[in-house]
């Protein structure tokens, strides 16, 4: 099984802790992950430029845009499971991450079926993140696994909370089970 982990915080802190924890227990059951950090790409903004619509739902998952985007588009259509985290600013998932899923345009129709789960940390309430992710999966016709979420405000702080440690290892269990 290949699942993808893309991390849509700026920092390295909590979000991309939850996401490494879970593809540590992920791996532990012979699953092969790789994980996207989104402040290391460059992921230009969508120009609503509509080229990578043409061929419907056929289309080849190309983008007129010269970026990381078409180097990360065969790995997620090349996955069986993907992963989105985020953490949540002002109740809702960062730009990093909504500008990257603005990008999937020109796949969408390829991660159709595909399973997703999410993860979200915030300082004092996730509000929407999850949802947003959830929502975003509805639109692609993807399979809702689950998410994890938890509070903390220092990077580091949500691996004391032992309860989201233990559901995130429940939903890595649960993303092989499904592969």
Same mark, same amino acid.
């Given at each position: 099984? &290949? +699942? ?9 802190? /909590?979000? *991309?802790?939850? #996401?490494? &924890?879970? @593809?540590?227990?992920?791996? *532990? /059951? ?6 996207? #950090? ?9 120009? @609503?430029?509509?080229?990578?619509? *043409? ?15 078409? @180097?990360?588009?065969?790995?997620? =259509?090349?996955?069986?499971? #993907?992963?989105? !985290? ?8 960062? !730009? #990093?991450?909504? /500008? ?13 079926? &595909? ?7 915030? *300082?004092?309430?996730?509000?929407? $993140? +999850? $949802? /947003?992710?959830?929502?975003?999966? %509805?639109?692609?016709? =993807?399979?809702? +696994? ?6 903390? &405000?220092?990077?580091? %702080? ?13 939903? $890595?269990?649960?993303?092989? %089970?499904?592969?």
């Amino acid at each position: 099984m &290949k +699942v993808v982990a893309v991390c849509g915080s700026h920092r390295k802190g /909590n979000t *991309e802790w939850m #996401l490494n &924890k879970l @593809a540590e227990r992920l791996k *532990e /059951n012979g699953a092969e992950v790789e994980m996207i #950090l989104l402040r290391k790409a460059d992921v230009k903004m969508c120009l @609503a430029c509509l080229k990578c619509e *043409e061929g419907g739902r056929k289309r080849p998952g190309i983008c007129q845009i010269k970026d990381d985007m078409n @180097a990360i588009y065969p790995k997620l =259509m090349a996955a069986d499971c #993907l992963v989105f !985290g985020t953490p949540a600013y002002f109740d809702l998932m960062t !730009g #990093l991450l909504k /500008n990257f899923l603005d990008r999937t345009c020109a796949i969408w129709p390829h991660l159709r079926g &595909k399973p997703l789960a999410g993860v979200a940390v915030a *300082e004092e309430g996730i509000g929407q $993140a +999850v $949802a /947003n992710i959830k929502t975003y999966g %509805d639109l692609c016709g =993807m399979k809702w +696994v689950g998410s994890v979420s938890g509070l903390a &405000k220092n990077p580091g %702080d949500i691996a004391n909370d032992k309860n989201v440690t233990r559901r995130l290892l429940k939903l $890595a269990d649960k993303i092989t %089970d499904i592969g």
